[in-house]
């Protein structure tokens, strides 16, 4: 359980690190290095926007559950 618990942990982790570095950035950020300065037509999008808010909460969601199960797991031996 707690094998599958630190995996799942870990993918959650790399999809959360990459979901932050997609959102639109307020100018001058990681975003920018990757493109995000840039106006484009499909970039501004706020269905996008919010779809990409959307999956971000729910990941950071899934986070915080499998750290909260993993501790609990770890320190109950």
């Known amino acids: 359980m707690?094998?599958?618990?630190?995996i799942v942990l870990m993918?959650?982790?790399l999809l959360l690190i990459m979901l932050v570095l997609l959102h639109k950035g307020k100018g001058g950020g990681l975003s920018d290095l990757f493109g995000?300065?840039?106006?484009?037509?499909?970039?501004?999008?706020?269905?996008?926007?919010?779809?990409?808010?959307?999956?971000?909460?729910v990941s950071g969601s899934v986070w915080i559950v499998c750290v909260v199960a993993l501790g609990l797991l770890i320190q109950r031996g």
């Open 36 to 57: 995000g300065g840039v106006t484009s037509s499909l970039g501004g999008s706020s269905v996008v926007e919010r779809n990409l808010d959307r999956l971000t909460i």
């Open 11 to 13: 993918l959650v982790s």
């Open 2 to 6: 707690i094998l599958g618990l630190s």
